[in-house]
Nanobody, 127 residues
Framework: QVQLVESGGGLVHPGGSLGLACAAS????????MGWFRQAPGKEREFVAA????????YYAESVKGRFTISRNNAKNMVYLQMNSLKPEDTAIYYC????????????????????WGQGTQVTVSS
């Protein structure tokens, strides 16, 4: 069964850090761009970051650029999101996702182009 499982969410104070992990199983994911998205209550799902299949290119939403870092370990089928200098507006459910195109070389912040999603992990930034 092909699936993604996120972990690492929790409660953190503003200015704090949190690391998320996404474990992929049941398939070969090292050929696909991977992305992180988030959805806050009452808001649409939004793009956070993406990393190319090789790990050589990364892309970030302006709102997280300079604070978040996406990385991957293809040997372990893992994708990570390190979040620093967290703000209350970062509070959301965070999802990892697999892009639908093999060896995709472009940049994609469109959730419709990702066809496999994890169940999400809650991140709450509050004092």
């Amino acid at each position: 069964q092909v699936q993604l499982v996120e972990s690492g969410g929790g409660l953190v104070h503003p200015g704090g850090s949190l690391g998320l992990a996404c474990a992929a199983s049941g398939g070969t994911f090292n050929r696909y761009t991977m992305g992180w998205f988030r959805q806050a209550p009452g808001k649409e799902r939004e793009f956070v970051a993406a990393i190319s299949w090789s790990g050589g290119s990364t892309y970030y939403a302006e709102s997280v650029k300079g604070r978040f870092t996406i990385s991957r370990n293809n040997a372990k089928n893992m994708v990570y999101l390190q979040m620093n200098s967290l703000k209350p507006e970062d509070t959301a459910i965070y999802y990892c996702a697999v892009h639908s195109a093999i060896y995709y070389s472009g940049y994609s912040d469109d959730a419709r182009q990702y066809d496999l999603w994890g169940q999400g992990t809650q991140v709450t930034v509050s004092s």
